[in-house]
């Protein structure tokens, strides 16, 4: 879900392209690489999809962490 999120985010904010095949890969690399405004335009909303998430890590291990302190304290693998 978290991952569903951030993508819905990014493509809001302008910074995704739809691929279906290779042709619109190569279409959307070359986009890219002639069209700077386009470029420079996805990279900013992509910073600010990611500085709007910076806390994500954090809430993860938290939804994570009584899993982690319910593992084995004896098993050394499992808490690597």
Known sequence: ANFATVVRQLAEAGATTQIQDA??????????????????????????????NTD????????????IDALPAGDPDARA
């Open 23 to 52: 042709g619109s890969l190569a279409q959307a690399v070359g986009r890219l690489l002639d069209d700077a405004p386009a470029r420079q335009s996805a990279a900013a909303a992509a910073a600010q999809v990611a500085s709007t």
């Open 56 to 67: 994500v890590v954090d809430r993860v291990l938290e939804l994570l962490q009584p899993i």
